[in-house]
């Protein structure tokens, strides 16, 4: 049952037949799941010592979480090409890669944004900072590394192995902030004992950090189908569909 | 209403974040759009072309 579904999933044709059936229901989620989100976001009382400044921490921690999340969803299925070659593996860690990407960029972005007012700067070389814009240049080798070679199935496995390499900076960027004296301040969240946040302003980050979750799903599925085509243009199948969208 | 908008005085730091969230956010469901787009045209002209040869 279980070996099936994987064989059928490696398939070209029945990925991208299974794929647009997931979107539209990701796309909805996620919509849903954001307007939520968002509501509370706002609804949330100010912080006591940064006002309404932190409401920018509805948008950073998600990305954040996601920039790493993406990452290990990334180098696992690039250890699933390399051992196994499974086609739909490959595409999946060259359509997670530009998600990845922007994720990681937000984050570094509106990390800066917060930083000013709070911090007085846009940027200081601590661990936790310096960590993640090294995973942006990971991200955005893995881009560059994809694109530089021809051979599709090549590129697929080049880039799997640099986007297993570059997982050792995962638990790197984790802990930066406690191995390291940071500017950076250390988890709220992710941590054995109680979060230290007001549930009223935790619930609208967990939500805001379901809904990253879920339009990721709906964007790599969409990177991916793209990519699908792209790979198998000269199949058959593609041919054919591309015949039906032209009538 | 305008109180809000002010967000306690952080209005150009929060606003420009959530700003650039959506840009991000959209671009990345208009891009694989264009690319499957795209990739669609060009099969399609490949195809037109191989039937007009066969002719």
Do not use: C
Request: charged share 15%; glycine share 4%.
């Amino acid at each position: 049952m279980i070996v099936r579904f994987f064989h059928q999933m490696g398939s070209p044709r029945y990925f991208y037949g299974v794929a647009g059936k997931l979107i539209p229901w990701f796309m909805a989620t996620f919509l849903i799941t954001l307007i939520v989100g968002l509501y509370y976001s706002f609804a949330a009382p100010p912080d006591y010592q940064q006002g309404e400044s932190y409401r920018i921490m509805y948008i950073h921690v998600p990305a954040s979480w996601m920039s790493m999340f993406i990452y290990v969803v990334m180098a696992i299925s690039g250890l699933i090409s390399l051992v196994w070659r499974i086609k739909m593996t490959e595409v999946f860690v060259i359509s997670s890669a530009t998600v990845g990407a922007s994720f990681t960029f937000l984050a570094l972005a509106t990390g800066s944004l917060w930083g000013k007012p709070m911090w007085g700067t846009w940027w200081v070389w601590d661990a936790r900072l310096t960590s993640e814009l090294l995973l942006l240049f990971l991200y955005l080798g893995i881009i560059a590394l994809h694109s530089a070679i021809e051979d599709k199935r090549v590129a697929a496995r080049a880039v799997s192995i640099l986007a297993l390499v570059g997982v050792i900076n995962i638990p790197i960027i984790h802990y930066s902030v406690e191995w390291w004296n940071t500017l950076h301040q250390t988890a709220s969240v992710t941590k054995f004992d109680k979060p230290s946040m007001d549930i009223r302003m935790l619930i609208p980050l967990l939500i805001m950090a379901i809904s990253f979750k879920l339009y990721y799903g709906a964007v790599v599925l969409m990177r991916a189908r793209a990519e699908i085509v792209e790979r198998e243009r000269n199949s058959r199948w593609v041919q054919d569909l591309v015949e039906q969208e032209a009538i | 209403m305008s109180e809000f908008f002010a967000m306690g005085g952080y209005a150009v730091y929060v606003w420009p974040s959530y700003l650039l969230a959506s840009i991000i956010l959209i671009a990345n469901i208009v891009a694989p759009m264009q690319q499957r787009k795209r990739v669609f045209k060009e099969i399609a002209r490949k195809l037109r072309r191989a039937r007009n040869e066969k002719q």
